[in-house]
């Protein structure tokens, strides 16, 4: 349609022949000339030229034209520079617009007819649209003088100090403990064979000296948003656990540091210990803790740090394990002989063999420290008091923990000794009373007060503790009571309760029992009681319980234990009643139980064969299923509330209960009943007590950490042989009869280390703190955490490098298969003097190679692997056989495709190698095999062209450089996208290679594309000069291509709000409510247009009638129109 | 081959003979020589031109220096070339066409293999499956007629064992007439080609 | 239908991925149909679906929006946005007596030229395979569809 006043001009460019040899530039032109509105309409050889640009200007100047449209190119090749042509004339830059008549007309097809139609359409889309074209003003924000490098490798470093030299504010970011990235690992360097280190130290040394660089180490970009000018950047801080400024690199922690790993640095052919720094000359000089995640401390309940007294126990210092156990717990011997070992379950050397024996370890630990002397008293630093009823390790664990934060504890025990459960529920033939009773002293050792023999609840009640002054108190009395079945004559004489029953023993009680006895429960209190039966002199011991064989909760060892010593279960029976004589017990009359199952109020019922009705003969009875608290404690205690199974109420995560200050814990709360458990709920009562008397937050930051994450993963060492998991000895059968003498011996000294050896480390670090304890500055710290900053940059440069194929992928080279196949890096290692070897080129085995084989294009120019060519692997494969030629005798060959040696002073080091003796074969290494033990590369002669096989000491496999494995990822966090071999995908590649696709984001080094360390210099300056030109500029132009809402239309509906991904629109309260675009924020992404359901939103420059515009001059045909 | 310089635009007789040969042209004109499939070739050594040169030559356009060569004959079907050539060049598969057209273009007659392959396809047609003495009467007959007595000893002994008879009573497998099928649809999709 | 029918397809390609990606089809001198006429929008999000219906209406035989792939959208997520749109569309567009192979959503990465000439050679056979679009039906389509929906809800 004609719209008044609308004067286009239209331009067909030649672009030489790239157009014009496909498309007939005078049909499109004199098609285009008789267009609506059109008023000229020319054709022109190249209209990007100065020439070309000027005819453009007259013809605005001349005839008043308003609207221009330029057949040509892609937009995306010159559109800024025709909007700065009708800029120059004085017309609005957006009365442009372009028709892609060359990438996707021209140059896409050979049918020349089909190519002048679409031209002709492609330019009628784009002249009516055009028509409707607005004129827009671009805004000028302005950049943040800072810039942003993210990599610290020779090309991080370089654009680093390129920035900082001119004045402006660079952060450079690396992931490493260190920066030199791949350079710092290279021995020499080609052509000239500088040592590659002394060439780069001085740099990484510049780097950390310049006030304008703040560097970044051991850390990574995670999020980026903003644009160009205005980038926000969180940088997430992985803590070293060391000080790096008072750290002075002495080397003392390593040496006493238990836990050697494969170092990365050195390509996995030499090792470092878990505290560790890459490489002596690494900046920052400060060392570092590989600290990772083990499952076995994360299962324990208490989070003692079982692979740290593991690998002290390995290395013989007993005292120190013990030290490291007693952190947290106050009871090593105990646990190690009780405990149902949760971290045991998770210990993943059971993908090799079996789990470790970890409990017997701590056992072994705590039984063999000797000549300790008691503990130092505990310094009472705070002058609040701690009131603790029950001394069962939930209280004694929350008193040991108190005691030492430095607050006054007091322990209240009704019984007449301490210990709880501990002391009164398990036989000695587990837990000997000595054992117990040792550990408790030390307890009071340190400063806690234990009055046994004194009940709460009675004369002094909690309320009364309180008034004495206590500032907290912590109830954990525990479920001390057994509970009898209801079931008919579970009153008569022989009846027992079995937690009264196990009591009695334990308090030297006389304890009448009959000759056949059964116990019924499935659980260990149950096992006790038949097991202690035994030893009584019972003559006959049963045990019945509701579980099947499979699902008795009791210890397996237990049960084997018990059936070994001649116990007999009947599983999966209920007792119905008891049968009485003479007012005593003779017979249980009991039910096979087909399933258990529970109810909605979590009830237990039984579902019970029918007709299976039977007797088990018994004179004595023994009920050991299930206890309960009794709660007397609590009397004169208001707001406290008591569950329906009769325990206390408490906070799951704080363990308070109703009443300020009052806290209950343990089996009380929760009747959960292992030991290990009682304790972790002791020390989170310590925790949330601290709090609470220090006016703290109870729950801030409490929350646990899951045992496996998502991203959890072990690494097996290479080279893990299978090891037999140590079995505990135990006393002989005979040897039990009749005494209550500890059944499990403990393991020998051999045992244990062996034991303790075959821990696969999983965390790295132990945290057995041997590092800081011979650390002089004291500059180790393992509480320390990940921090995140974010940082507000204007620019951002990438240089995140690259890694390298992995030989495996290739198998007919049998890498780790064979020995002496290794990769180029590898060998690079090698031959470097801070390498594994000191710089000597030796075999497996240590013997120096007599000959070696350099195999050239392993996995590169291959489409079994990677497609393009590696670009330096030639190089260094030349420059490696000239250090082989330098170092040893040996005879060199190097077995190529082609030799690409392109680069200034290649060519001439390639014939010096020659000269050398090195015999290149052109031919390609195809496959490395075995014939006998001598190592035999396959290849064919081609000068010969015969195919040959050679016989070497050492075959050198130069992969070649591909992209880093998380190309993909980090791409996504800067929102650049990558090429289809997942390097970062240049803007242009010839023109502009070190530009992203997004404005503002540069790419420097290997990220891009393999390159030499010159060209990677290169290009990383020139990232750094359009870095430069951008903040110098201080301003940049946003283009004006925004959401535009019409609040007439809108309806506040707010479908627009939820689609922004950049919360750019917001609901504006004054009078009518409608949606309002915030410009600043909106990117033009258009997503809120196409949703609204009223047509109130357009983007600008991209509007709705324009778009249909355009729709329409394409498909109206290419027949010449008249104009009306 | 050593005798003669070429003089190449005269000798590239047959430019089309690479896309007679390859199943796709476009690969095989990628070829850089790099000599893999000659390294992994299991029988390389006892070929006249190796298979990297045998390339070469199509590539020349050489017909016939590479159908009088007994290079491909000797092809085990392996696959170890096809699947280690860095260019993705379908090997084995051309060395199976250069069997077809040898055999087609009559060159074949003067090499053992083919005979091997004719007198192997007459014995299964006619039977159904091989019978050992028939196939090998046959194979000496067409090629080497005087090595069949140095066979003897061995033929001796496998006929002492049990192992080969004579009698071609109850060779044949039942259906005869499905492998007959079998052959005739071979044929026409030959014909086809 | 006389004479050769050459399809005419609307493409909407995004400027991010999907266009560049047919830029780098066109440095790289692929040939392909050129039956596809492109017009740039920022992001596939931004199609609404008026243009796809507008430019059926006005005789196009064929509508096809290329975006970046899932995860790669240069404004976050528009990519998903243009998918689940579509899906509706296509549903809509039987009733209107189109057929929903006319219309075709894919992604089309920067760097991918070979698999832009391939997607638009693909859809260019197709809409060749289904003649020109001669919407005429519409309303008996969805009088099918209506007792079809209907005869599935009732039990029995």
């Known amino acids: 349609m004609n719209r008044t006043g609308v004067k286009i001009g239209v331009y067909v460019c030649h672009c030489g022949i790239n157009i014009a040899a496909t498309v007939d530039v005078e049909a499109v032109r004199a098609f285009a000339a008789t267009l609506n509105n059109v008023a000229v309409a020319r054709h022109f050889q190249f209209l990007c030229s100065a020439p070309g640009q000027e005819m453009i200007k007259k013809d605005v100047r001349e005839l008043g034209l308003n609207r221009v449209v330029v057949a040509s190119c892609s937009p995306r090749m010159h559109e800024i520079a025709f909007q700065g042509v009708l800029a120059d004339t004085g017309l609005n830059p957006y009365y442009l617009d372009m ?652 045992m244990a280390v062996a034991e303790a050896k075959r821990c696969l480390n999983c965390a790295v670090c132990s945290e057995c703190h041997q590092c800081e304890a011979v650390c002089l500055p004291k500059c180790i710290h393992h509480a320390l955490k990940e921090e995140e900053v974010d940082l507000e940059v204007g620019a951002i440069a990438i240089a995140t490098g690259h890694d390298f194929f992995h030989a495996p992928l290739l198998p007919q080279y049998n890498y780790g298969h064979f020995p002496n196949i290794i990769e180029s890096m590898e060998f690079e290692r090698l031959c470097s003097a801070t390498g594994p070897t000191g710089g000597k080129i030796v075999l497996a085995d240590g013997r120096v190679p007599r000959s070696i084989a350099i195999i050239h294009c392993v996995g590169s120019r291959d489409y079994h692997a990677n497609t393009y060519c590696s670009r330096v692997c030639c190089m260094h494969a030349l420059k490696q056989a000239y250090l082989v030629k330098e170092k040893t005798g040996a005879q060199v060959y190097e077995l190529y495709t082609d030799i690409r040696a392109s680069g200034k002073g290649y060519e001439e080091f390639y014939e010096r190698v020659q000269r050398e003796g090195v015999l290149f074969i052109h031919g390609r290494g195809a496959e490395v095999i075995m014939q006998g033990d001598q190592l035999v590369v396959k290849a064919e002669e081609t000068g010969l062209g015969r195919p040959i096989t050679l016989p070497v000491d050492l075959v050198i496999l130069s992969t070649g450089m591909t992209p880093r494995k998380d190309s993909e990822q980090v791409a996504r966090i800067f929102g650049i996208t990558c090429d289809h071999h997942r390097f970062f995908m240049e803007s242009h590649l010839k023109l502009r290679p070190f530009h992203s696709n997004t404005d503002g984001i540069f790419l420097a080094g290997t990220c891009q594309a393999p390159r030499d360390i010159p060209d990677t210099i290169a290009h990383a300056n020139a990232s750094a000069a359009e870095i430069l030109s951008l903040l110098a500029r201080g301003k940049v132009a946003i283009e004006p291509l925004v959401a535009e809402i019409n609040p007439e239309l809108c309806s506040a509906c707010p479908a627009c709000i939820c689609v922004c991904p950049y919360q750019a629109i917001s609901l504006n309260g004054k009078g009518k409510r409608v949606a309002e675009v915030n410009e600043a924020l909106c990117k033009g992404c258009g997503a809120c247009a196409a949703s609204c359901p009223s047509g109130a939103i357009t983007v600008k420059h991209f509007t709705d009638r324009q778009v249909f515009a355009q729709i329409e001059g394409i498909l109206a045909g290419t027949e010449s129109r008249s104009k009306p | 081959m050593a005798e003669k310089v070429f003089n190449l635009t005269r000798d590239m007789l047959d430019p089309t003979f690479a896309d007679l040969v390859a199943p796709d042209r476009e690969k095989l004109l990628t070829c850089i020589q790099c000599g893999t499939c000659t390294a992994s070739c299991p029988t390389a050594h006892a070929m006249d031109y190796t298979p990297r040169q045998l390339w070469r030559l199509i590539q020349l356009g050489l017909k016939e220096e590479v159908l009088s060569c007994n290079s491909f004959w000797l092809c085990t079907a392996c696959y170890s070339c096809t699947s280690r050539c860095p260019r993705g060049i379908a090997c084995t598969k051309t060395m199976f066409t250069l069997k077809r057209m040898a055999l087609s273009t009559g060159v074949a007659k003067r090499h053992a293999t083919a005979h091997f392959y004719e007198a192997f396809t007459e014995t299964v047609r006619r039977h159904g499956r091989i019978h050992d003495v028939e196939l090998m009467t046959i194979f000496f007959n067409k090629s080497k007629r005087l090595q069949a007595i140095s066979y003897t000893r061995l033929g001796l002994t496998l006929w002492r064992k049990g192992k080969v008879s004579l009698d071609a009573a109850g060779v044949n497998i039942k259906r005869l007439d499905q492998m007959e099928a079998i052959f005739r649809k071979a044929e026409e999709l030959e014909r086809k080609r | 239908m006389t004479g050769h029918f050459e399809p005419r397809i609307v493409g909407f390609l995004c400027n991010w991925c999907a266009y560049t990606g047919a830029d780098l089809a066109g440095t790289s001198r692929l040939k392909y149909a050129p039956n596809v006429d492109i017009i740039r929008v920022m992001c596939s999000g931004r199609v609404d679906p008026t243009f796809i219906l507008k430019a059926f209406q006005l005789g196009a035989d064929g509508v096809l929006i290329c975006g970046c792939h899932p995860g790669d959208c240069h404004y976050s997520g528009g990519n998903y946005k243009a998918a689940r749109r579509i899906a509706i569309l296509k549903k809509l567009l039987k009733q209107f007596g189109i057929e929903p192979e006319r219309l075709r959503l894919d992604w089309v990465s920067a760097s991918e030229g070979e698999r832009f000439a391939s997607v638009v050679n693909e859809m260019t056979a197709q809409i060749r395979k289904l003649g020109p679009l001669m919407p005429t039906n519409g309303p008996e389509i969805a009088k099918e569809e209506a007792k079809e929906f209907a005869e599935s809800a009732t039990p029995g």
């Open chain 1, 99 to 750: 028709a892609n008549i060359r990438e996707q007309c021209s140059w896409i097809t050979s049918d020349t007819a089909q190519a002048t139609e679409k031209a002709k359409r492609l330019i009628g889309g784009a002249v009516a649209r055009v028509a409707l074209q607005e004129p827009l003003q671009g805004r000028q924000v302005p950049v943040i003088p800072k810039a942003l490098v993210v990599g610290g490798g020779i090309a991080g470093i370089q654009a680093a100090l390129s920035i900082a030299d001119a004045g402006y504010h660079v952060y450079l970011v690396e992931r490493e403990p260190s920066i030199g990235g791949r350079m710092a690992q290279l021995d020499r360097t080609f052509p000239t064979l500088d040592c590659s280190a002394c060439i780069l130290i001085p740099k990484m040394v510049a780097v950390e000296r310049h006030p304008n660089i703040t560097l970044l180490s051991y850390s990574e970009v995670v999020k980026v948003s903003g644009y160009v000018g205005n980038f926000k950047v969180r940088v997430k801080k992985k803590p070293r656990y060391v000080e790096p400024g008072a750290c002075t690199g002495c080397d003392e922690c390593a040496r006493v540091c238990p836990v050697e790993v494969l170092s990365e640095f050195d390509m996995g052919q030499g090792k470092r210990r878990a505290i560790y720094r890459p490489f002596a000359q690494a900046v920052p000089s400060a060392f570092v803790i590989d600290k990772r995640k083990s499952p076995c401390k994360l299962a324990c309940p208490a989070h003692v740090k079982v692979q740290g007294y593991i690998g002290l126990i390995g290395q013989g210092k007993l005292k120190e394990a013990l030290d490291l156990i007693r952190e947290e717990l106050p009871f090593p011997s105990v646990c190690g002989r009780v405990c149902l070992r949760p971290c045991e379950n998770e210990c993943e050397r059971k993908q090799v063999d079996e789990s470790l024996a970890i409990a017997a370890l701590k056992r072994f630990a705590a039984d063999h420290v000797s000549n300790e002397g008691p503990p130092v008293p505990v310094r009472r630093t705070k002058k609040e008091k701690v009131a603790i009823i029950g001394s069962g390790p939930t209280g004694i664990a929350a008193a040991y923990d108190l005691v030492r934060m430095g607050y006054g504890v007091t322990v209240f025990e009704a019984a007449p000794v301490a210990g709880g459960m501990l002391a009164l529920g398990i036989p000695d033939y587990r837990l000997p009373r000595e054992v117990l009773q040792k550990e408790i002293d030390r307890v009071r050792a340190l400063g806690v007060e234990i009055k046994t023999n004194t009940p709460v609840g009675q004369t002094l009640t909690i309320p009364d503790l309180f008034k004495q002054g206590s500032g907290a108190i912590f109830i954990a009395i525990g479920a001390q009571q057994s509970h009898r079945l209801p079931i008919p004559g579970s009153e008569l004489e022989g009846t027992l309760a079995g937690l009264s029953f196990l009591r009695d023993i334990k308090m030297g009680k006389r304890v009448k029992l009959g000759q056949r006895v059964l116990v019924f429960g499935g659980g260990n209190v149950a096992l006790d009681c038949a097991r202690s039966a035994v030893r009584l002199g019972a003559q006959e011991v049963r045990i019945a319980c509701p579980e099947s064989r499979e699902t008795m909760p009791a210890d397996p060892s237990e049960i084997k234990q018990g059936e070994e010593e001649g116990i007999v279960i009947h599983p999966s029976r209920t007792l119905a009643g008891l049968l009485g004589y003479d007012n005593r017990v003779a017979g249980a009359d009991c039910l096979n139980v087909l399933r258990i199952m529970f109810d909605e109020e979590g009830h237990l019922k039984l579902e019970t064969v029918p007709a299976s009705a039977h007797v088990l003969p018994a004179d004595t009875v023994i009920f050991a299923t299930g206890q309960a608290p009794e709660l007397g404690v609590v009397s004169g205690v208001q707001g406290l509330t008591i569950t329906e199974r009769n325990t206390i109420a408490a906070d799951p995560d704080t363990l308070a209960t109703g009443v300020p200050g009052l806290f209950a814990g343990g089996d009380v709360v929760t009747m959960a009943g292992s030991v290990i458990e009682a304790i972790a709920s002791g020390k989170k009562a310590a925790v949330s007590i601290d709090r609470y008397l220090q006016g703290r937050d109870l729950r801030e930051g409490r929350t646990e950490e899951p045992v496996k994450s998502a991203d959890f993963k072990v690494v097996i060492p290479p080279g893990t042989q299978t090891a037999p998991k140590q079995i505990m000895p135990e006393l002989p059968l005979k040897d039990r009869q009749g005494n209550f003498k500890e059944v499990a011996l403990g393991f020998t000294r051999e």
